[in-house]
Nanobody
Framework: QVQLVESGGGLVQAGGSLRLSCAASRSIVIINYMSWYRQAPGNPRVLVASVTSDDSTNYADSVKGRFTISRDNAKNTMYLQLNSLKPEETSVYYC?????????WGQGTQVTVTS
């Protein structure tokens, strides 16, 4: 098993930046696939970005060029750099990991973007 803890959310003005972190309770070297999702009130949870163990990345079209996902195996942590934020991106951002064919979620961190 693995526990995931997100941090770094907060209140930011439109056009601003935040850096989210997802700290894992164990080594992430063995975690092949990690990702960030977000969920706005009344909406389903949607994939934002993902990164594999060989650092291959994938992004939702809406965030390409503005968000950057990365992972630091030495710190057992995954990151999401959010730039040029928009008010409609106000959501709870969740970390997700797939390990040994099981999925794990963090508790989420709130990102609020004001206009």
């Amino acid at each position: 098993q693995v526990q995931l803890v997100e941090s770094g959310g907060g209140l930011v003005q439109a056009g601003g930046s935040l850096r989210l972190s997802c700290a894992a309770s164990r080594s992430i070297v063995i975690i092949n696939y990690m990702s960030w999702y977000r969920q706005a009130p009344g909406n389903p949870r949607v994939l934002v970005a993902s990164v594999t163990s060989d650092d291959s990345t994938n992004y939702a079209d809406s965030v390409k060029g503005r968000f950057t996902i990365s992972r630091d195996n030495a710190k057992n942590t995954m990151y999401l750099q959010l730039n040029s934020l928009k008010p409609e991106e106000t959501s709870v951002y969740y970390c997700h990991a797939i390990m040994y064919d099981r999925g794990y979620w963090g508790q989420g961190t709130q990102v609020t973007v004001t206009s």
